[in-house]
């Protein structure tokens, strides 16, 4: 995995574990809380070649969200879904610095 994957896979675990929809404006986000869970994961992490943030270190329960889409999610057990986020006028493949975003759509409902 890149940094640019790594720092993907933070920003999507984040999201789902203080329960925000990756379509809230940042405006409307409580920001401290947000990076002090960062900030933990990532410290919780720097001494590890694999990411984990569920806590458990064995393949396939690693993370929460990302790297899931369409496996049952594991608070509420309805599909995580995934969109690739690129650069205008580039496809998925063709875009270097291409994201995917991983979210519930329960667990993270959109905001009103």
Same mark, same amino acid.
């Given at each position: 995995?890149?940094?640019?994957?790594?720092?993907?896979?933070?920003?999507?675990?984040?999201?789902?574990?203080?329960?925000?929809?990756?379509?809230?404006?940042?405006?409307?986000?409580?920001?401290?809380?947000?990076?002090?869970?960062?900030? *933990?994961?990532?410290?919780?992490?720097?001494?590890?070649?694999? !990411?984990?943030?569920? &806590?458990?270190? %064995?393949? /396939?329960?690693?993370?929460?969200?990302?790297?899931?889409?369409?496996?049952?999610? *594991?608070?509420?057990?309805?599909?995580?879904?995934?969109?690739? !986020?690129?650069?205008? &006028?580039?496809? %998925?493949? /063709?875009?270097?610095?291409?994201?995917?975003?991983?979210?519930?759509?329960?667990?993270?409902?959109?905001?009103?």
């Amino acid at each position: 995995m890149t940094s640019i994957g790594i720092g993907n896979l933070y920003k999507c675990e984040v999201l789902f574990l203080r329960g925000v929809s990756p379509w809230t404006p940042v405006s409307a986000v409580d920001l401290p809380p947000m990076v002090e869970l960062a900030h *933990r994961l990532l410290a919780s992490n720097r001494d590890r070649w694999e !990411q984990v943030t569920t &806590g458990v270190n %064995r393949p /396939g329960q690693q993370t929460w969200v990302y790297g899931r889409a369409g496996k049952p999610c *594991r608070r509420c057990g309805r599909p995580i879904r995934c969109v690739d !986020q690129h650069e205008p &006028g580039k496809t %998925r493949h /063709g875009d270097p610095y291409a994201r995917s975003t991983y979210w519930c759509p329960n667990c993270q409902p959109e905001p009103a």
